[in-house]
């Protein structure tokens, strides 16, 4: 396994509590030779704690949502390389709220160094219990389905690895919490290559309180908007096969 080819890209919004944990385990994975943390406009010390965990910080002046961060990252990401030897890095997507549990996101990347997939998905082995009715799950996921004939299994899940080509061939993201949807569909439609990987990650619970559901209400709009913006089409992989799942990264 090459080293230093995994640049881990963290979007992060208001994390102080969970950050550092969460870069100290995603710097310890095998090739992660960057970390980089998209503070999006935290009211709290999320920048702060992020740095002095050892991540490079790149810092939202105001929140401009999960796609921007995104888009953010990748380009710091390319930036960072123009200045070093070396080539391209695969990009490990991760959320901020895992914690320690950032040390077994490893089996993303297996697939994607292997030249098998183009992007993975992470399936968690662990189930976490929400709050709400995964109705935004639910639109996501049928809506992938009308559009390219496959329905991953947790659709809006943040923890992916691309290659470069991937990420780009994908931009602009969809805007906002549509980001994963539209980033799936847009792939699987120039034919790249998608798995799921079963990986034993997980992060925060969402709550049902109001704060917790105009949240959901803000990812169920941005998640109809990426879905508006992309007309149904049969799926045009390649072989005109689906996308498949990998093996259990618990291990």
């Known amino acids: ?12 919004r208001n994390e102080a509590d969970r950050i550092a944990a969460t870069v100290t385990a995603a710097a310890g994975l095998a090739g992660a030779d960057l970390v980089l943390v998209v503070d999006d406009g935290s009211a709290d010390e999320t920048a702060a704690a992020a740095a002095a965990a050892g991540a490079r910080v790149i810092r939202h002046s105001r929140s401009r949502g999960k796609a921007a961060a995104l888009e953010t990252g990748a380009e710091a990401v390319r930036l960072i390389e123009s200045a070093a030897p070396g080539g391209p890095h695969y990009l490990l997507f991760l959320d901020a709220d895992l914690g320690e549990s950032a040390a077994r996101a490893g089996p993303l990347a297996e697939p994607v ?3 098998t997939a183009d992007m993975t998905i992470a399936v968690f082995s662990a189930r976490v219990r929400r709050g709400g ?4 799950t639910s639109v996501s996921g049928a809506g992938i389905a009308r559009a390219v004939g496959w329905r991953p299994a947790q659709p809006l899940n943040g923890q992916r690895c691309l290659t470069r080509a991937a990420f780009d061939a994908a931009l602009p993201l969809a805007a906002g919490w549509g980001a994963e949807t539209g980033l799936t569909i847009d792939l699987l439609r120039k034919g790249m290559r998608v798995t799921e990987v079963e990986v034993p990650l997980s992060h925060r619970a969402t709550g049902n309180d109001w704060r917790s559901q105009l949240h959901r209400a803000g990812q169920l709009a941005d998640v109809i908007r990426a879905l508006a913006a992309r007309e149904p089409a049969r799926w045009r992989g390649p072989r005109d ?3 498949r799942r990998a093996g259990s990264g618990a291990g």
């Open 133 to 136: 009715l995964g109705i935004v």
């Open 113 to 115: 160094r292997a030249g």
């Open 1 to 12: 396994m090459p080293p230093g080819d995994l640049a881990v890209v963290i979007p992060a």
């Open 241 to 243: 096969q689906p996308p």
